[in-house]
Nanobody, 127 residues
Framework: QVQLVESGGGLVQAGGSLRLSCVAS????????MAWFRQAPGKEREFVAG????????YYADSVKGRFTISRDNAKNTVYLQMNILKPEDTAVYSC????????????????????WGQGTQVTVSS
């Protein structure tokens, strides 16, 4: 079992930045691909960014490309999401997820491929 705990969310003005962290426990995540998803009120959960176990592959949703950066520190069992130039439409609960496929599954954008999930952290961007 892998337990995931997110932190770093909060209230920020449009144009600002936040850095989310996801700390894993129970197992080391160096053999897991990791991803961030988000869910806004009244909307379905959507893929934001993914990273392979060795950080050799990263993928981003078009809506965040160029503004968000996913990274990981396997020695700290932690995954990060640096979010810059935040927009009101980025407001959502952000959750991290772990996939037992270290290379990122072909359907990395689908929540169905992820085995473990955190509870999420709220990000609110004011205009």
């Amino acid at each position: 079992q892998v337990q995931l705990v997110e932190s770093g969310g909060g209230l920020v003005q449009a144009g600002g930045s936040l850095r989310l962290s996801c700390v894993a426990s129970g197992r080391t995540i160096n053999s897991y691909a990791m991803a961030w998803f988000r869910q806004a009120p009244g909307k379905e959960r959507e893929f934001v960014a993914g990273i392979s176990a060795a950080s050799t592959r990263t993928y981003y949703a078009d809506s965040v490309k160029g503004r968000f950066t996913i990274s990981r520190d396997n020695a700290k069992n932690t995954v990060y999401l640096q979010m810059n130039i935040l927009k009101p439409e980025d407001t959502a609960v952000y959750s991290c997820a772990a996939d037992g496929n270290p290379l990122l599954s072909g359907a990395y954008y689908s929540e169905r491929v992820y085995d473990y999930w955190g509870q999420g952290t709220q990000v609110t961007v004011s205009s």
